[in-house]
């Protein structure tokens, strides 16, 4: 996981990023007269693209600044260069960048963790439900899990690499991941994944099938990878069918 100075540099990078951007737009006005004219909505579509993938959109401005902003983007657009009365800015524009995002950052946090607590409170319920079902067994981590289908043979231990299929879902039945859509086995470590997830492949031989139902501390918890399904503190179901064990 990022520190926050990693973020404010990595913020600081697709900032100047997208002023570079700017800037070859800028550059190429003369280029684009003689073009056919497309779709305004494609203009449009560039001030989007540009205000998301700066980072700005994560951030809180006044109506004040956004229309600077704004208003700064349009005397760009028609610059050759960047004066250096605007260079020497700089220092006071990543001055106030570190702050709009430090702001964006402690928010996106508060927001996190409501839907960190939701999501577990959810899951705790759903679990405890669970365990009133015949077949269903608790593991003294945490997880809970049912067998499928018997297999033959050893069970894997954690020293092993295995090939195997799954399927991944939230408690509410969205698909997060699945090697069964993708009809190509997965073959990994079981160091390698999250402990509710190798510890429930323990529990089935080869040939053998198994759900596991994992708690949020055994699975991402409150920091799954940006972006995916998985949010904090969701609750995972993976079935899987153990293939081999290598």
């Known amino acids: ?77 028609k610059l050759k260069e960047v004066p250096a009365e605007v260079q020497s800015l700089q220092p006071k524009i990543e001055a106030i960048m570190r702050v709009k995002m430090e702001i964006a950052r402690k928010a996106k946090e508060s927001a996190g963790a409501k839907t960190s607590s939701a999501n577990k409170a959810k899951g705790q319920q759903f679990l405890a439900d669970l365990q009133k079902k015949e077949g269903v067994l608790k ?30 879902t939230l408690i509410d039945g969205t698909v997060f991941d699945s090697s069964v859509q993708r009809k190509q086995p997965a073959s990994f470590p079981m160091r390698g994944v999250i402990k509710g997830f190798s510890g429930g492949l323990t529990k089935v031989k080869v040939g053998g099938k198994v759900r596991i139902y ?22 995972l179901i993976f079935e899987c069918e153990l293939h081999e064990i290598k």
């Not at 305004?40 to 006044?62: D, H, N, T, W, Y």
């Not at 981590?141 to 399927?167: A, Q």
């Not at 699975?219 to 995916?228: F, H, K």
């Open 214 to 235: 994992i708690p949020s501390e055994l699975g991402y918890g409150d920091n799954p990878r940006p972006g995916g399904k998985i949010k904090p503190g969701d609750t």
């Open 139 to 168: 593991d003294p981590s945490g997880f809970l899990y049912e067998i499928l289908k018997e297999g033959t043979g050893p069970n894997p231990t954690m020293n092993d690499t295995v090939r195997l299929h799954y399927h991944g």
């Open 1 to 77: 996981m990022k520190n926050n100075s990693d973020s404010i540099r990595a913020g600081m990078k697709a900032w100047s990023l997208c002023a570079i951007i700017s800037m070859l737009l800028a550059s190429s006005a003369n280029a684009a007269e003689e073009a056919p004219q497309p779709d305004p909505k494609v203009f449009e579509a560039i001030g989007m693209m540009f205000a998301q993938g700066s980072g700005l959109s994560r951030m809180e401005f006044s109506d004040k600044e956004i229309d600077l902003i704004i208003s700064g983007i349009v005397k760009g657009m």
